[in-house]
């Protein structure tokens, strides 16, 4: 009578994640406590004022939008639309090129 191989499996298997460092475990722990709590909070979300909630929305998707084009850290997904749009906005660059320029020459375009 042998030993089974399933036996010799498991303890490969087993000794392979022994052999993962503990920091991968506090990372994917800390992702699996990250998910519980967005789940619960969705759900409280979900029973709150949809107005309030739509205006809550409205004004962050808001706040990130100019951020973006603010600073042009958009994802690159959105970079032809934002390319397009980009020049009706103030921009970060666009503020330091004026700081750097002499107040009795203005800026030339």
Known sequence: ????DAYFAAA???D???KIPPAFWAKLGIAILAIIIVVLVLRKVM???KIVMGAVLFIGGGLL???WIYYRTE???LTPFFDKIAPFFPSAGAYQTNQASTPDQPHKK
């Open 1 to 4: 009578m042998g030993i089974p």
């Open 65 to 67: 939008f100019f951020n």
């Open 12 to 14: 490969t298997t087993l």
């Open 75 to 77: 994802p690159k997904a």
């Open 16 to 18: 392979k994640l022994q």
């Open 47 to 49: 029973q709150t004022n």
